[in-house]
């Protein structure tokens, strides 16, 4: 599976931005599905995962202002962000668990065995 990440981009802390993962070779329906994102010095951080059966997980920094979605006609997966913080500053990377259970969200991130290129968010105060 490949996987194309995209949306990244320089906006003020309170803005909104919309990530895309644009997933090629079979539908994404077919994994579990992550976003992650590694600030400069800081160990890489799932943000949030959606699941085969589409269940979510948010970890808490995020929880309440992002969300992760799916579109299975473009088979793409979406990280909309909204009240950005100067703390969400980081390079976003999209993630495929092809071994995942059907409504399982994995939480940890040596559990993606696919990843795409990163786009880089930069929120400033």
């Known amino acids: 599976v490949q996987l194309q990440a995209s949306g990244g981009g320089l906006v003020q802390a309170g803005g909104s931005l919309r990530l895309s993962c644009a997933a090629s070779?079979?539908?994404?329906?077919?994994?579990?599905m992550a976003w992650i994102r590694q600030a400069p010095g800081k160990e890489r951080e799932l943000v949030a995962a959606?699941?085969?059966?589409?269940?979510?997980y948010y970890a808490d920094s995020v929880k309440g202002r992002f969300t992760i979605s799916g579109d299975s006609a473009k088979n793409t997966v979406y990280l909309q962000m909204n009240s950005l913080k100067p703390e969400d500053t980081a390079v976003y990377f999209c993630a495929a668990d092809v071994n995942a259970i059907y409504s399982n969200t994995p939480r940890t991130t040596d559990e993606y065995d696919y990843w795409g290129q990163g786009t880089q968010v930069t929120v400033s105060s």
């Open positions: 959606i699941s085969r059966s589409a269940s979510t």
């Open positions: 070779g079979r539908t994404f329906r077919k994994y579990a």
